[in-house]
């Protein structure tokens, strides 16, 4: 389809970046799993790293998606508006859960990062379906705009679960002051 020319490579690289992303940080959280864990962090878990894995699988997916042969452009475009309004339910889901874990309080840049900018980002692709219609190429760049979106906020939750919890959580360890 001649929409998606040009479009190849960037998700050749944005969907091969976010499997890697996603191997990545099954490693870091099996090396940081000797931490001793604090109370209620399987709910701090579900609001703050899973979400994480899930952005970067549905970049893998949209890299799919638009990556395969399709005829026309109106069913890709209805697949990324329901993961767009998926993406944006549980990013609500996401922010409920951060409210009610016990284990770490929320900061601006929490809020930021997993919850303001994905629901921007699962928006736009739900937005980009209905301008599909009529901008195709201006759908196509609400669909990248979003994927990357969702990597750079992958990357940053990732790269800040890992410092806060060797810099953070070991310190408290090694200084005993480690709370159950």
């Known amino acids: 389809m001649e929409a ?18 996603i191997g990545l940080q099954f490693v870091v959280i099996t090396l940081i799993a ?7 962090m399987e709910r701090a878990g579900q609001a703050f790293s899973t979400p994480t894995v899930v ?10 998606l ?38 770490y309080k929320p900061v601006f840049e929490d809020w930021l990062f997993h919850f303001s900018l994905p629901i921007a980002s699962y928006a736009t692709l739900a937005i980009s379906t209905y301008a599909a219609r009529s901008h195709v190429g201006g759908a196509l760049f609400g669909v990248g705009a979003a994927a990357l979106l969702l990597l750079f906020i992958g990357i940053h939750n990732a ?19 480690l709370r159950p």
């Open 4 to 21: 998606l020319n040009g479009w190849e490579n960037f998700y050749v690289i944005v969907g091969s970046s976010a499997g890697a992303l």
């Open 34 to 40: 000797e931490i001793p864990a604090v109370r209620d």
């Open 66 to 103: 638009v990556s395969a042969p399709w005829h026309g452009l109106a069913v890709p475009a209805v697949v990324w508006g329901v993961l767009g309004l998926i993406g944006v339910v549980y990013s609500i889901i996401v922010a409920r859960r951060m409210r009610t874990q016990t284990a």
């Open 55 to 64: 952005h970067f699988a549905t970049v893998l997916l949209l890299s799919a």
């Open 159 to 177: 790269w800040d679960a890992v410092t806060y919890h060797v810099f953070v959580r070991k310190a408290e360890q090694r200084s005993g002051e």
